[in-house]
């Protein structure tokens, strides 16, 4: 393998996703080999405990990780890093934490190029998200997040390809979470209270622990916010109106036992809701950034049947890019829009896509 390339790959997370990446590229040895790229991964880190390995992750690293990992500083690993001249350095952030977003621009500094499903980097203030890219810019660096939408599904480059190449883009819709798509493709279908389809996406891994999350409509926020900055708006999350489907009297305030324990309070409204609807209709939970107007909405919305987002099932995720040359009719992407064997098998798409960009 004359012409092949190590990527050394430091892992920050080894959750749901993070670990299943790990598995992922240890599985995907025989085509990565087929591409002439070995990717390395010499230290892997949670929140507190690192785990180095020069030679890179064995198939036993988790056990490795409970034995010998040690808490850890930023520093030591790029220190780590360094003294054994590691070339083509990615950091991987598998986190949700707006802590670690903080590493960035050091890791960049040091070295790195970065491949996130975090979404904060994108989503905090604006300063920032210019700060960042610019620090890419001096050291020569990428950052690829296309999981931070849609997980696996091919949103964030359609839309930068689309508006790189000078296509005006004027709308963009969908339904983009998993569980909301969900639990209103059921609810809508079936004659089910809205707490016993709650329940089901729950007891399915659909939701976050506490439901409440995935009903407040900030998730979807942030990824209409991450769109839009595609788009070269300078919009902030406060600027997305997002209509919370957490009553007042049940929200952050209540405990989370509070609120399973009331959850059927919810049950009354939907069913009011759904009950105004024609046969024609269904409820949908959608994001939607009007580019023209510069708005961004994240609201409960009834939906012709027959449309695309009507026909949703599952737990799909749906996005409708309108530009000028599609017209009226939208290019849509369709498919599982969370998940971690998606959502890492995005990651290393993303990996592969910045390897072959390195030397
Ligand atoms: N699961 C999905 O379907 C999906 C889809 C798209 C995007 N994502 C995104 O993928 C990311 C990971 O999700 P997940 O489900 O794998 O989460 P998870 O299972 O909760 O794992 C999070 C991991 O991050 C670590 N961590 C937290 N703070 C850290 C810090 N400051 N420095 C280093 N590590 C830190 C945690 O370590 P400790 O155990 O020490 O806390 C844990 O190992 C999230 O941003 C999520 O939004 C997930």
């Not at 929140?47 to 020069?54: D, I, K, Q």
């Not at 020569?140 to 599904?153: M, Q, R």
């Not at 622990?209 to 070269?232: H, T």
Request: charged fraction near 25%; glycine fraction near 6%; aromatic fraction near 8%.
């Amino acid at each position: 393998m004359s012409n092949s390339k190590t990527i050394n790959l430091v892992v920050f997370g080894i959750g749901n996703v993070g670990s299943t990446l790990i598995q992922q590229i240890q599985a995907a040895k025989k085509q990565l080999d087929q591409q002439q790229v070995a990717i390395r991964i010499p230290v892997v880190a949670n929140s507190e405990l690192a785990f180095y390995n020069e030679d890179g992750l064995t198939p036993t690293w988790d056990c490795d990780f409970q034995k010998f990992s040690v808490p850890y500083k930023l520093d030591e690993i790029i220190n780590f890093v360094n003294s054994h001249q590691f070339q083509n350095l990615i950091a991987i952030d598998a986190t949700a934490s707006t802590d670690f977003v903080k590493n960035y621009v050091p890791l960049v500094e040091n070295g790195f190029h970065i491949v996130s499903a975090n979404k904060v980097a994108n989503t905090l203030h604006y300063d920032f998200y210019k700060t960042l890219r610019n620090t890419l810019k001096k050291h020569n660096k990428s950052f690829l997040y296309e999981t931070n939408v849609g997980a696996g599904l091919p949103i964030i480059e359609t839309i930068k390809n689309l508006y790189g190449s000078g296509e005006k883009i004027t709308k963009i819709r969908g339904v983009f979470s998993g569980s909301l798509s969900y639990i209103f493709n059921e609810f809508s279908e079936k004659a089910k209270p809205f707490s016993k389809v709650l329940k089901e996406a729950s007891n399915l891994g659909l939701t976050e622990p506490d439901a409440r999350e995935d009903l407040s409509g900030n998730d979807v926020a942030r990824k209409l916010l991450i769109l839009a900055r595609e788009l070269n708006l300078k919009a902030e999350f406060n600027q997305v109106s997002v209509e919370s489907l957490v009553p007042k009297k049940l929200n952050g305030k209540t405990t989370l036992h509070q609120f399973k324990t009331r959850v059927k309070e919810l049950d009354d409204p939907f069913q009011n809701r759904i009950s105004t609807l024609s046969n024609d209709d269904v409820l949908r939970y959608v994001g939607e950034l009007d580019v023209v107007n510069q708005t961004l909405e994240v609201k409960l919305v009834s939906e012709k049947k027959q449309s695309a987002i009507g026909q949703l099932r599952g737990a799909d995720s749906i996005f409708e890019i309108f530009t000028e040359s599609y017209g009226e009719n939208p290019l849509v992407i369709q498919g599982a829009g969370a998940g971690k064997a998606v959502t890492a098998r995005g990651l290393l798409s993303d990996v592969i896509k910045l390897s072959n960009q390195l030397n």
